[in-house]
């Protein structure tokens, strides 16, 4: 592992990402998918799941086998439902396994960390270009690395995920009103792409193979141009447990969280939707507007 991955960290700190191919075997995502079809793509029976798209519980839409809703914190959502239980278990298998866990130690040089968000991607919407320290972050900033994890071979025409090269060392300064308005902020980020001409890698990603970058890099996924094809991919986000969990880099206010342990190495947030908590602070999120109309195109 030492010597496979060398050069990793280098090219994660210069670039503000890096991939790792073949990293997760066919074998744990094949467990998960298997469930994943049962639980959610078979069953005849409404879903009542977090939506990313939508921002709440709500019930999640399929069509033509593929789930059109992004399911938010598939990794914690057996405390929402104990029929989802194995779902859960099997994602969590793939996010906090020790593969991802050795890469976490080579980027950060720690051992336990937190899991703070992560998403189940099938199918339909586009990601608008962000930085996730803009949503949540670690304190200090730029601590917090999150991983895109392909679960099948994903077609250029299913919307693929993209980074900016170099854009975690970028400075983009906004004011009051853009650091808490998330729409005026995805449309400064994405005019700031097209007007500098940034350049977009967006990587044809095989099933097994990891896309690891830093919260202050710019990155999203591109629209889904055919409705036939599937993306089926995690997104998770980390935080070496050295650090604080706070609002986002404009704001260190620590957020605490319940948990359950995974592993000796992992400390997994059950988010304030889930556990029902009422939570005092307003954080940012997205419109469900956003998702397709500021998606850049492939």
Not at 39 to 61: F, G, R, V
Not at 99 to 116: A, C, D, T, W, Y
Not at 157 to 172: C, L, M, W, Y
Request: hydrophobic share 35%; aromatic share 12%.
């Amino acid at each position: 592992m030492k010597n496979k991955f060398i050069n990793l960290k280098k090219i994660y700190d210069d670039n503000g990402y890096c991939i790792v191919k073949n990293l997760i075997s066919n074998k744990k995502i094949d467990l998960f998918l298997d469930n994943f079809k049962k639980k959610i793509i078979s069953n005849k029976k409404e879903i009542i799941l977090p939506s990313m798209n939508l921002q709440k519980i709500n019930s999640l839409k399929k069509k033509n086998n593929i789930l059109l809703d992004t399911i938010g914190d598939i990794h914690c959502i057996k405390y929402l439902n104990k029929k989802y239980t194995e779902l859960n278990d099997e994602s969590l298998k793939i996010i906090c396994s020790k593969e991802i866990n050795q890469i976490l130690k080579i980027l950060h040089g720690f051992n336990k960390f937190n899991l703070i968000m992560s998403m189940f991607f099938d199918g339909k919407s586009g990601t608008p270009a962000h930085q996730d320290s803009y949503y949540l972050d670690s304190y200090p900033s730029g601590n917090l690395t999150a991983a895109w994890i392909a679960c099948e071979n994903i077609n250029i025409k299913a919307g693929r995920f993209f980074v900016i090269p170099k854009s975690n060392k970028i400075e983009i300064t906004l004011n009051k009103e853009e650091i808490t308005n998330p729409n005026k902020y995805e449309k400064i980020i994405h005019k700031f792409i097209k007007n500098e001409n940034l350049n977009i890698v967006a990587p044809p990603l095989k099933k097994g193979d990891v896309l690891f970058w830093n919260s202050n890099t710019i990155h999203g996924s591109m629209k889904n141009v055919d409705k036939n094809f599937s993306r089926k991919s995690f997104t998770c986000h980390f935080i070496p447990q050295k650090f604080k969990f706070v609002r986002n880099k404009y704001n260190p206010e620590i957020r605490k969280f319940k948990y359950f342990n995974f592993n000796d190495n992992f400390k997994c947030r059950i988010t304030n939707s889930i556990s029902k908590e009422f939570d005092r602070t307003k954080y940012i999120s997205r419109s469900k507007k956003s998702f397709d109309l500021l998606a850049l195109n492939n």
